[in-house]
C-alpha cells in the first residue's frame, strides 16, 4: 500500500516563501509520476503541478514561474517551493500518484498540509 505524507505548511505573511515536502511509502518511488493540488474551502480541488520519474514538470498555468516541483529519489521525497505567497493562496496543499504523467488522475492520495498566508 503506498502512503503519503505531506508537511511544511504552516502560517506565513504575504511575500513570503515556503517549501511542501511529501514523503512516499510503498510502491516503488523512482517509477512514480507526483503531483501537487490544492483545495481552497469552499472549492473544489484543483491541480498544481506534476513530476514524472524523469523529473519532466509541468503546471497549471496560473501557478508558472511561482511555484517550482522537484524530487529526492533518495528521500522519496517530493517538493514544492511556493514563492511569493498571497492570501489567495491559502489552502489545504495535497500530494498525490498518478496513474500515468501527464494524466492528472490520480492513484493514491496524501491527507493534506494546510498553507495560510496573512496580508
Known amino acids: 500500500q503506498v502512503k503519503l505524507v505531506e508537511s511544511g505548511g504552516g502560517l506565513v505573511q504575504a511575500g513570503d516563501s515556503l517549501r511542501l515536502s511529501c514523503v512516499v511509502s510503498?510502491?516503488?518511488?523512482?517509477?512514480?509520476?507526483l503531483a501537487w493540488f490544492r483545495q481552497i474551502q469552499g472549492e473544489e480541488r484543483e491541480f498544481v503541478s506534476a513530476?514524472?520519474?524523469?523529473?519532466?514538470?509541468h503546471y497549471a498555468d496560473s501557478y508558472k514561474g511561482r511555484f517550482t516541483v522537484s524530487r529526492d529519489n533518495g528521500k522519496k521525497t517530493v517538493f514544492l517551493q511556493m514563492d511569493n505567497l498571497q492570501p489567495e493562496d491559502t489552502a489545504v496543499y495535497y500530494c498525490?500518484?498518478?496513474?500515468?504523467?501527464?494524466?492528472?488522475?490520480?492513484?493514491?492520495w496524501g491527507e493534506g498540509t494546510l498553507v495560510t498566508v496573512s496580508s
Open positions: 513530476i514524472n520519474w524523469r523529473s519532466e514538470t
Open positions: 510503498g510502491g516503488t518511488f523512482n517509477r512514480m509520476s
Open positions: 498525490a500518484v498518478l496513474f500515468r504523467y501527464p494524466s492528472t488522475s490520480v492513484n493514491f
